[in-house]
């Protein structure tokens, strides 16, 4: 057990329409990091969190949006849902600073399907 | 963008074995990580590379940070069936303010009892 939670763990939506991903982060920690996994390829890095803002980004375009809250817990929105959006998204929770990696802690996932 | 190409995709060993795993990038890196991934579970943090020809071992388990900060390789020693996963690697390239972390596409380990 990572500490790190999040939910739902399946949801099935259709294309176009609009989803939203929840993460609750190991106690302490104080950044969180999105990730995408299609079935059979690593991790995808979508952004960081920290202190509320935005504090890196992948190769995602805008309608992926996030949000951190101030008890450090994180929502993933995903606008305008396209097939290729069905995937693993999980969440990772770290302490800022030079421990960022070591602390990195990863949630199980929510698999998301697109149809 | 950034590409790893880990190799091989895939291994059966006998219980026991040594194993050995590789990632190469066209791109420099300023830190390797190491991950394993069951199934039905997040990745977990096995080793954490960050200087050129770094050498890091975590029990059973031996990395090092190629010299050209191009690569990194994994190395499990006498293998044992909860090694059974997914193997990642992963490069960050930090600079400027932002960063960019890329990962592998895995190795799958299955080990033979």
């Known amino acids: 057990e990572t500490g790190v939670t999040q939910s739902p763990t399946h949801l099935i939506k259709t294309r176009g329409q609009q989803v939203t991903l929840r993460c609750s982060s190991q106690?302490?920690?104080?950044?969180v990091s999105w990730y995408q996994q299609a079935l059979g390829q690593g991790p995808q890095f979508i952004f960081q969190y920290y202190r509320e803002e935005e504090n890196g980004r992948g190769n995602f375009p805008p309608r992926f949006s996030g949000l951190q809250f101030p008890n450090y817990s994180s929502e993933l929105n995903v606008n305008a849902l396209e097939l290729d959006d069905s995937a693993l998204y999980l969440c990772a929770s770290s302490l800022s600073g030079t421990g960022v990696w070591e602390t990195q802690y990863f949630g199980p996932g929510t698999r998301l399907l697109v149809l | 963008g950034q590409q790893l190409n880990q190799s091989p995709q895939s291994m059966f060993i006998q219980e026991g074995e040594d194993v050995s795993m590789n990632c190469t990038s066209s791109s420099i890196f300023n830190t390797w990580l190491w991950y394993k991934q069951d199934p039905g579970e997040g990745p977990v943090l096995l080793i954490a590379?960050?200087?050129?020809?770094e050498l890091t071992s975590n029990g059973r388990l031996t990395a090092q940070f190629g010299i050209t900060r191009k690569d990194s390789f994994l190395n499990i020693s006498a293998s044992i069936p909860s090694d059974v996963g997914i193997y990642f690697c992963a490069g960050l390239y930090s600079g400027a303010g932002s960063y960019q972390l890329t990962f592998g596409k895995g190795t799958k380990l299955s080990v033979i009892p």
């Open positions: 106690s302490g920690h104080n950044t």
């Open positions: 590379l960050y200087k050129a020809g």
